[in-house]
Nanobody
Framework: QAKLVESGGGSVQAGGSLRLSCAASGFTGTRHCMGWFRRTPGNEREAVAVIRSDGKISYADSVKGRFTISQDDDKITLYLQMDNLKPDDTAMYYC???????????????????????WGQGTQVTVSS
């Protein structure tokens, strides 16, 4: 079965860096969206950085200039390079994918958690001051 497994989280001081990885396996449908989301206690998951099937990348305003999303050419691994981390970045980070058989271009923006049908287990990022 298709699954996503995150790794790379941990504890770091403000100003430090972390690189998150998401290993994808078992996917047979077209990957229309791939993204990173984060959640803090009592809040909804929010998009951090996403890649659409057309290659368009979107970042949350709070991470622009500090985070970089990328993936390898065969889409096996998705990455999130996080630089100049701040205490407000502390959250559980999730890898997510929207995948299904049709090859037609997906019309959504890939920014809403409800658009995705596959989720990883999450990896904790804690940034201390």
């Amino acid at each position: 079965q298709a699954k996503l497994v995150e790794s790379g989280g941990g504890s770091v001081q403000a100003g430090g860096s972390l690189r998150l990885s998401c290993a994808a396996s078992g996917f047979t449908g077209t990957r229309h969206c791939m993204g990173w989301f984060r959640r803090t206690p009592g809040n909804e998951r929010e998009a951090v950085a996403v890649i659409r099937s057309d290659g368009k990348i979107s970042y949350a305003d709070s991470v622009k200039g500090r985070f970089t999303i990328s993936q390898d050419d065969d889409k096996i691994t998705l990455y999130l390079q996080m630089d100049n981390l701040k205490p407000d970045d502390t959250a559980m980070y999730y890898c997510a994918a929207l995948a299904f058989a049709p090859v037609e271009i997906y019309g959504g923006q890939c920014l809403a958690p409800g658009e995705y049908n596959y989720w990883g287990q999450g990896t904790q990022v804690t940034v201390s001051s």
